[in-house]
């Protein structure tokens, strides 16, 4: 196309972009609560950056195939605002918020837009150097980090990494490698980042990814010689086998992490028991219908746990985010999107489209921090927003060959 050199070089700076932001997120922790430092202030300053430059991208670039994925995000992400500029007076918090929600709707619009006018070879060789870099940093970044190589104590210390759930979203994109060995191998490395980080949920959603990923790979790629089928059960075996190690050799810290699952439904999963009731019990016994159909607004959640624990708390969960911040308009608006994304899969599965296998492990990811995580407020969101634009624009060009 003829957009295609003018935008090289912003498309570059884009992906890059969002690469440094990564990794200067890992060594800074500039994702972590507490007072605002000087640290945050250049991520800050790169993601206002890159707010700009997606939106002039996107309204400047001609109009796309519609979609419906998109339309409902745009819904969601209106709504959020609204209640920003609801429950906010003009002022640097009210921007700060504003940006980082606009920030996540304009990259993933980005992406879609331009992986939708300018794919190519290169486009696609972009994608793929982005998503190995990627997967390379934040493996290394976490197994580095549990065996001792970049601090003397933290190999014995037993908590959860939060940078695997960003590793995680990068899972559906490496299935768009042709490269069979650059797939698998990338596909071990965020295997073993994943289990090292000790993140449960993260665990959790891999573990359901791997096992979907081996019964749709027998559906859909219908690879039924010998061969392939002994490649498969060996496969299938060594990643059995490398989880069972990297469980032998962290054991007490696996168990540690996990023991707290089984306790009364108040403190199990640190704490989440505790704030999960509370916020559903502020909700719930409000008696007023305004906060029934609306909720409590933008950062409720937050005021309440402050109010309550003295600590300024997310909710952990998607869900009851959405009960208590934007009430039962906000959680139909969720269920509808991800009711939708079901619909999509089912039909996709249907015609053994290969599209089925990104599409399923982009919502699982989703399912599992919507339940007992984050996505919607989080910068992290954008990582797993790239893999949805990826996958609905060559999903929207499928829909185009096929009338």
């Known amino acids: 196309m003829k957009y295609s050199k003018k935008y090289k070089s912003l498309i570059i700076f884009v992906l890059f972009s969002i690469l440094f932001l990564m990794v200067y997120d890992l060594f800074n922790e500039v994702e972590k609560r507490g007072e605002v430092t000087e640290a945050r202030n250049l991520p800050r300053f790169y993601r206002l950056l890159l707010l700009i430059l997606s939106g002039w991208?996107?309204?400047?670039?001609?109009?796309?195939?519609?979609?419906?994925?998109?339309?409902?995000?745009?819904?969601?992400?209106?709504?959020?605002?609204?209640?920003?500029?609801?429950?906010?007076?003009?002022?640097?918090?009210?921007?700060?918020?504003?940006?980082?929600?606009?920030?996540?709707?304009?990259?993933?619009?980005?992406?879609?837009?331009?992986?939708?006018?300018?794919?190519?070879?290169?486009?696609?060789?972009?994608?793929?150097?982005?998503?190995?870099?990627?997967?390379?940093?934040?493996?290394?970044?976490?197994?580095?980090?549990?065996?001792?190589?970049?601090?003397?104590?933290?190999?014995v210390k037993v908590y959860g990494d939060n940078n695997s759930y960003i590793l995680l979203a990068f899972l559906p994109l490496i299935y768009f490698n042709k490269k069979i060995k650059i797939k698998r191998l990338l596909i071990i490395l965020l295997i073993l980042g994943v289990f090292l980080s000790l993140k449960r949920g993260a665990m959790v959603a891999l573990l359901v990814c791997l096992l979907v990923t081996y019964f749709l790979e027998r559906r859909i790629l219908s690879r039924k010689g010998i061969v392939e089928k002994i490649k498969r059960f060996f496969i299938f075996i060594s990643v059995i086998t490398l989880v069972f190690l990297l469980y032998s050799e962290f054991s007490v810290s696996f168990i540690d992490r996990f023991e707290d699952l089984s306790s009364d439904g108040s403190s199990f999963g640190s704490g989440r028991g505790n704030i999960y009731s509370l916020i559903w019990s502020d909700w719930y016994?409000?008696?007023?219908?305004?906060?029934?159909?609306?909720?409590?607004?933008?950062?409720?959640?937050?005021?309440?746990?402050?109010?309550?624990?003295?600590?300024?708390?997310?909710?952990?969960?998607?869900?009851?985010?959405?009960?208590?911040?934007?009430?039962?308009?906000g959680i139909s608006l969720l269920l509808a999107f991800l009711i939708n994304q079901i619909k999509t899969i089912r039909k996709l599965y249907t015609i053994k489209n290969k599209l089925v296998i990104p599409y399923f492990l982009l919502f699982i990811i989703l399912i599992c921090k919507v339940i007992y995580s984050g996505n919607f407020e989080s910068p992290s969101f954008v990582f797993l927003l790239i893999g949805y634009a990826i996958v609905n624009t060559s999903l929207t060009n499928f829909k185009t060959r096929q009338q």
Do not use: P
């Not at 409720?300 to 039962?328: C, E, P, R």
């Open 57 to 155: 991208f996107y309204f400047l670039i001609g109009k796309i195939k519609k979609s419906k994925f998109n339309r409902q995000l745009i819904f969601i992400y209106g709504l959020i605002i609204l209640h920003i500029f609801f429950n906010y007076s003009i002022g640097f918090n009210f921007f700060i918020s504003l940006s980082k929600l606009l920030y996540l709707l304009f990259v993933y619009l980005f992406f879609f837009k331009f992986y939708d006018a300018f794919i190519n070879k290169d486009t696609i060789r972009y994608l793929n150097l982005f998503v190995a870099i990627s997967v390379i940093i934040l493996s290394g970044h976490i197994i580095a980090s549990r065996f001792g190589l970049l601090s003397s104590d933290i190999a």
């Open 285 to 329: 016994n409000s008696n007023d219908i305004i906060t029934y159909l609306l909720g409590n607004g933008y950062n409720s959640v937050q005021v309440l746990t402050k109010n309550t624990t003295g600590s300024a708390l997310m909710a952990h969960s998607d869900i009851l985010n959405f009960v208590h911040s934007y009430g039962l308009l």
